[in-house]
């Protein structure tokens, strides 16, 4: 998922990106070890550990109930248990049920960015914990995670998934395996930004697919698809499906962000 702001922030990372991948850890350990820690929203030297920020922590929208059991989105009051929102009802999504751990606000797709077009694998640990923390019901009982795929194309120029590097950290704390190749990304597709729902919706129409010799992986089995952030659905929505005609019972989202529209309310 990306946002006008994207191209600047791939612009201004580059030149590190550029190294190899062998020489990009060396450069970080030297920094790390010569510098103090710095939270990675404001750049704010942090006393112990990595993290973030005593201000920035306060600014942290973590999405805690009530919201729609089904989407997640949070209530502005409690409705009562289990309660479905209105877009839940209108246009119900393909995946059973959608989690995230923060709003998508300024310091979440700070964070985002840092990881997706600088390098931070350092902050994977810790958004992969406030993942699984949201995630815990998905969670339970859930037999795999299948992170939601780059096209080889993007993966070759970013060198790594985001969401496959979150579904890892995920599966360490949880012990849920992580199903790293049976979803593909066939097609590649134009950036998303600036399109409508609808728009979304065809642009990832097809782009996913289950291989045939990995079937068997998806059959009659509860997954759980991994990202870093939902925004309208329409990629989860396009994953979901294909894990859903490979023969998937169950198919629940997590996510660390997903935006939340100020101006409607949920119910």
């Known amino acids: 998922m990306t946002d006008p702001t994207v191209a600047r922030e791939e612009r201004s990372f580059r030149p590190f990106a550029l190294l190899n991948p062998?020489?990009?850890?060396?450069?970080?350990f030297i920094v790390d070890a010569a510098l103090p820690p710095l939270c990675?929203?404001?750049?704010?030297?942090?006393?112990?550990?990595?993290?973030?920020?005593?201000?920035?922590?306060?600014?942290?929208?973590?999405?805690e109930p009530p919201y729609c059991e089904r989407l997640g989105i949070p209530f502005a009051y409690d409705p009562g248990p289990?309660?479905?929102?209105?877009?839940?009802?209108?246009?119900?999504?393909?995946?059973?049920?959608?989690?995230?751990a923060l709003r998508y606000d300024d310091i979440a797709r700070t964070l985002v960015h840092r990881l997706k077009y600088g390098d931070r694998?350092?902050?994977?640990?810790?958004?992969?914990?406030?993942m699984a923390r949201a995630g815990r019901e998905l969670l339970d009982g859930a037999d795999a995670l299948?992170?939601?795929p780059l096209?080889?194309?993007?993966?070759?120029?970013?060198?790594?998934?985001?969401?496959?590097?979150?579904?890892?950290?995920?599966?360490?704390?949880?012990?849920t395996p992580v199903l790293h190749d049976v979803l593909r990304r066939v097609r590649a597709?134009?950036?998303?930004?600036?399109?409508?729902?609808?728009?979304r919706a065809a642009n990832v129409s097809g782009a996913f697919r289950v291989m045939k010799e990995m079937t068997a992986a998806v059959a009659e089995r509860r997954l759980v698809l991994v990202d870093d952030v939902l925004t309208s659905g329409a990629t989860v929505e396009a994953c979901t499906r294909a894990l859903l005609r490979a023969g998937a019972t169950h198919v629940d989202v997590l996510v660390f962000a997903?935006?939340?529209v100020p101006a409607r309310t949920p119910i």
């Open 22 to 28: 062998v020489l990009r850890a060396a450069f970080r």
């Open 40 to 63: 990675p929203s404001c750049r704010t030297p942090l006393a112990v550990g990595p993290g973030v920020c005593a201000t920035c922590w306060s600014q942290l929208s973590f999405i």
């Open 82 to 100: 289990g309660m479905l929102s209105l877009e839940a009802i209108a246009n119900p999504p393909a995946y059973d049920r959608a989690r995230a």
């Open 121 to 130: 694998l350092d902050l994977v640990p810790m958004m992969g914990r406030w």
């Open 146 to 148: 299948v992170p939601v």
């Open 151 to 175: 096209h080889w194309r993007r993966l070759w120029g970013r060198r790594f998934n985001q969401a496959a590097a979150l579904a890892e950290a995920i599966s360490s704390l949880t012990g």
């Open 189 to 199: 597709t134009p950036q998303q930004v600036g399109l409508g729902r609808s728009e």
């Open 258 to 260: 997903r935006v939340v």
